[in-house]
C-alpha cells in the first residue's frame, strides 16, 4: 500500500501562524462590543443589603446610579467619615441630584427616555433619612422607576 | 547611491499586541449585571391639588412601621420579622373574611373570570433614624408575601409557577399581567416621620 512506503520521509511544515493576530483581533473586537466600560471609580464603600426577591435590571444603557455611604477608609480622612452621596465620580448633595437626572435624561433617546431607571446602590448601614431625601428630589424630577439595589440571598437563611 | 530592498515587516508580534488589547479590555469591563428590588416611586401630586381626598378605610389598611430603634411594629404592635410574612398574606388573602383585614371586591380580570380583588394596601412608614437595611428587609418580606400569594395563585389556575412565567412570550404576559390584576401589590410609602432622628 502506498501509505507505508519505505525511504521517503515527509517533514511536517511548521503551522502558519499568519492568521493568528486576525484571530486575536476578532476576540478583541467581540468583547469591545459586547461590554461597556466600567465609567464610575467608586469612592464610597458601599455594602447593599441582602435579600431573597431579586430581578434582574435588564437594559445597562437605560441605568444611572446613584452611591450611597461612608467614604472609603483612605478618603476619610479628607472626607469624615458620614455618609455621602455619589453621582457619577464626584460627591454630591441631594440638591444636585435633579441636574444630574436630567444630564443623563439628555443623554438617552427620546424613545428609551421613559425606561429610564435609576438603581441606589446604598450601604445598608444608612440612615433612612438620606435615602428618603433621595427619593423625593427623584420623585420632584419624575424619575420613578427605581430600583433598589441588592444582592442575592438564599432564601431559608436568616 | 545602491537602493536597499524593502525587508518585509515583521508581524510575529502582532498577535503580542493584539492579546495586550484583549485583556486590557476583559480587565477593565464590566460583566456583572446589576439586581435588586424595583419599584415605582409615586409621582408629585400636582400643585393646585391638595392631599388625596379618597379616604380609605381603616380595615383596609395595613401598617407596616418601623422605628428608629429598627424595630417592627404591624398594627400598633411590635412582632418579628419572621412573622411579618405570614401577616401579610392573611390580611391580603383574608380568608375567613374577619371584620378588621382587607376587604375584597368583585372584579372582571383575563383569565380568571370574575374574581375576588383585595382592596387592601400596604402602608410602609419609617422614620428617618432607620437603617436602610431593616428597611430593604422589610420592603424585601413585603414582596416575598405577594410573590409567594402568585405563585400559588398561578400554581392552582395554570400549573405553573409565577416566577417562571416568561414575560417575553405574549400569552405568558397576558398571564402575567392578569395575576398582577387579581393580586396587586400595593405598598404605599408615607412621607418620612421627622421626628425621632438619628
Known sequence: ?158 | MARRELQPINAGSMADIAFLLLIFFLVSTTMDVDTGLPRLLPPMPEEDQSEDKSEIKKRNVFVVLINKDDQLFVETEIVDIGALKKLTKEFIMNPDDNPNLSEKRLEYVDYFGNVMVTKGVISLQNDIGTSYGKYIEVQNELAAAINELRNDLCLQKFGRRYNDLDPLNETEKGIIEAVKKVLPMAISEAEPNKTGGS
Open chain 1, 1 to 158: 500500500m502506498s501509505r507505508f512506503r519505505p525511504g521517503k520521509k515527509k517533514v511536517l511544515p511548521p503551522i502558519n501562524t499568519a492568521s493568528l493576530p486576525d484571530c486575536i483581533f476578532l476576540l478583541l473586537f467581540f468583547f469591545m462590543v459586547t461590554s461597556d466600560l466600567r465609567q464610575t471609580n467608586i469612592k464610597l464603600s458601599v455594602q447593599t443589603p441582602q435579600v431573597t426577591e431579586i430581578k434582574k435590571l435588564e437594559k445597562k444603557s437605560l441605568v444611572s446610579y446613584i452611591y450611597v455611604g461612608r467614604p472609603m477608609p483612605q478618603l476619610q480622612a479628607v472626607y469624615g467619615t458620614e455618609p455621602r452621596i455619589q453621582l457619577n465620580d464626584v460627591f454630591a448633595t441631594t440638591d444636585d441630584i435633579r441636574d444630574f437626572i436630567s444630564s443623563e435624561r439628555e443623554q438617552m433617546d427620546e424613545v428609551e427616555q421613559k425606561q429610564m431607571t435609576v438603581s441606589l446602590k446604598i450601604d445598608k448601614d444608612t440612615k433612612m433619612g438620606v435615602v428618603s431625601d433621595i427619593k423625593q428630589e427623584l420623585r420632584k424630577a419624575s424619575a420613578l422607576k427605581i430600583n433598589y439595589s441588592a444582592r442575592r440571598k438564599s432564601p431559608g437563611m436568616r
